[in-house]
């Protein structure tokens, strides 16, 4: 069964402080592995990672896939109150493109 | 541009009334379209998903129904609600050029 497993679960950090989240994966026919960000209501999209080793970045945050270990990072850099939120991690899975698996996310709190 | 909208926002059904939520996509056609459930917990689990008009799988045995009367329409129904399918639903959509899902604004359904 494919499996997408993301830690830690929750963290607290203080404004400017930077973060690394974390997602480990287990599928058949890996394709991309996707970043979504939800805060209070639905995920909206961050990144979609297809190659090792090649950084993609938005602003203050930045994601990295390695396929060899089965991993991805989420890093967010100078944190403010506006990155608190619930991070997911999520994986096409089933040997298809129709289905993601989603991990059960890592809830960030940023304190001013 | 692609949008996706479903209503309503918030609801609150007795134990054993009906349900209807309904999804649109505007500006693509064809879409992939999915229902997701999150419980407590943060977890997504997929409900539904489908690939074209009146097709539709089921990913986990319950009391929820589908349905896709048209091509950017999918409408999540039952007939008889029980507490346990009180949650927040996500509608999502899939274009032709990837992976990536994209969702709309959510549903929370208390039932009571």
């Known amino acids: 069964e494919d499996k997408v497993v993301q830690s830690p679960l929750s963290l607290v950090v203080h404004e400017g402080d930077t973060v690394t989240l974390n997602c480990s994966y287990e599928?058949?026919?890996?394709?991309?592995l996707l970043w979504y960000k939800q805060e209070k209501k639905a995920p909206t999209f961050l990144f979609m990672l297809?190659?090792?080793?090649i950084e993609k970045k938005s602003g203050r945050l930045s994601s990295i896939l390695d396929k060899k270990e089965l991993f991805s990072i989420l890093n967010i850099t100078a944190t403010q109150t506006g990155d608190s939120a619930v991070y997911l991690c999520?994986?096409?899975?089933?040997?298809?493109?129709?289905?993601?698996?989603f991990g059960k996310g890592t809830l960030l709190t940023v304190n001013p | 541009s692609q949008t996706i909208h479903q209503w309503p926002a918030t609801l609150v059904q007795p134990v054993g009334s009906p349900l209807s939520l309904e999804c649109t996509v505007e500006?693509?056609?064809?879409?992939?379209l999915y229902w997701y459930r999150q419980a407590a917990g943060r977890g997504l689990q997929l409900l539904f998903y489908?690939?074209?008009?009146?097709?539709i799988s089921s990913e986990v045995p319950q009391n929820l129904s589908a349905s896709r009367p048209q091509d950017r329409q999918f409408i999540l129904s039952s007939k008889k609600l029980l507490l346990s399918d009180s949650g927040f639903y996500l509608c999502?959509?899939?274009?032709?050029?990837?992976?990536?899902?994209?969702f709309g604004e959510g549903s929370w359904l208390t039932v009571v």
């Open positions: 999520a994986v096409p899975s089933g040997g298809s493109n129709y289905k993601l698996t």
């Open positions: 297809t190659s090792s080793g």
């Open positions: 489908s690939v074209g008009i009146g097709q």
């Open positions: 999502a959509w899939q274009g032709d050029s990837g992976n990536t899902i994209y």
């Open positions: 599928v058949t026919n890996f394709r991309s």
């Open positions: 500006g693509t056609s064809n879409p992939n």
